[in-house]
């Protein structure tokens, strides 16, 4: 989950998510190598006491500034299309489930074997226990066995909502009468927390996403119990 | 490929990847099944021949459809007012 004044992101629950947080770091570091060489030259000039007046042009640093700035964008570009393919490769889902935004809440439908579905609902502030999440807790978590390829469908009853889960780098619209589709592999056992990404009305803030991940074998045991509850 | 019907019906885990649907949009992955189901209940009736070939449509759009939507198709067509061509 995130932190009062975090800075950077959550530690990545998925595979594709840490692909993504290594290129922003790679990215970021060439964006603050620039930066700061730049400040300097700058800071340098504006102090400088003496200056030369016959300095017309210079075809060396000319060349210089035009070849090194290609090569850098294609060091950024070449990371970042190998993770945009990545993204799109063609995976043969364990599970399916349907994540359908609702005011306020969602519900989720596990329907590959028999009809199972649930409502999630935020835990109100007063309702929590001590060590639970403000505005993040929900009754129901969406729970998915770890190193399985899952396919999610994200749909909505109503208005637009987004589902989105920050440590798995998932995020998808809602959207009433289309089906959304997110594959992804959770590689830890975990409890990962999303909110609502697109304005729906009054409760747009209260409407948390909660994913649990457990090991394959209690997975079937959770599924029992919730067919048995439902 | 050379799996019967039943082998495939008694392994189902989940709606395998569709080429014909590719990309982010299942909505017309989760109709077209629907729709694949009727039509092969219904010319497998026309014939006198065994219906179970048509389970597979109907475990992949259980999988894939939301149950509202299933719900509401499935009263449409008790009713005669379902929009598609069955």
Redesign the interface.
């Known amino acids: 989950m995130a932190l009062p004044s975090q800075l950077g992101f959550q530690d990545a629950g998925s595979p594709l998510m840490e692909e993504l947080l290594h290129f922003h770091d790679h990215a970021l570091m060439v964006v603050f190598l620039i930066s700061t060489m730049v400040l300097y030259i700058i800071v340098a000039m504006v102090t400088a006491k003496l200056t030369d007046k016959l300095v017309l042009d210079s075809q060396e640093i000319e060349i210089i500034w035009t070849v090194l700035p290609a090569i850098i964008l294609i060091l950024i570009a070449l990371p970042s299309l190998r993770i945009l393919y990545l993204m799109d490769e063609i995976n043969d889902p364990h599970l399916t489930i349907k994540a359908l935004g609702h005011q306020w809440y969602w519900s989720y439908e596990y329907t590959d074997y028999e009809d199972l579905g649930f409502d999630s609902y935020m835990i109100p502030t007063h309702d929590l226990t001590p060590g639970q999440f403000r505005l993040l807790e929900a009754d129901h978590r969406m729970v998915i066995p770890t190193e399985s390829p899952a396919r999610v469908l994200i749909s909505a009853e109503d208005v637009l909502h987004s589902w989105a889960v920050p440590a798995l780098g998932i995020k998808a619209d809602a959207v009433p009468g289309r089906l959304n589709q997110t594959t992804f592999i959770v590689n830890r056992p975990g409890v990962f927390y999303g909110q609502c990404s697109e304005i729906c009305g009054a409760n747009h803030s209260f409407m948390p996403i909660v994913v649990e991940a457990i090991p394959l074998e209690h997975f079937e045991n959770w599924t029992s119990l919730m067919s048995e509850e439902t | 490929m050379s799996e019967t019907i039943d082998e495939k019906l008694k392994n ?6 569709d080429a014909r649907f ?1 990309n ?4 017309r ?2 109709y077209q099944n629907y729709l694949d189901y009727h039509r092969c209940n219904k010319a497998l009736a026309a014939k006198d021949q065994d219906q179970t070939p048509c389970q597979w449509y109907m ?1 992949v759009y ?7 939507w299933v719900a509401k198709w499935d009263d449409q067509m008790e009713d005669g007012s379902f929009p598609g061509k069955i």
């Not at chain 2, 189902?12 to 990847?17: K, L």
């Not at chain 2, 982010?24 to 909505?27: A, E, G, K, V």
């Not at chain 2, 259980?62 to 509202?68: A, D, I, R, T, V």
Request: glycine share 0%.
């Open positions: 189902y885990r989940t709606a395998p990847f590719p982010t949009n299942q909505t992955n989760c475990r259980k999988s894939l459809c939301p149950m509202s």
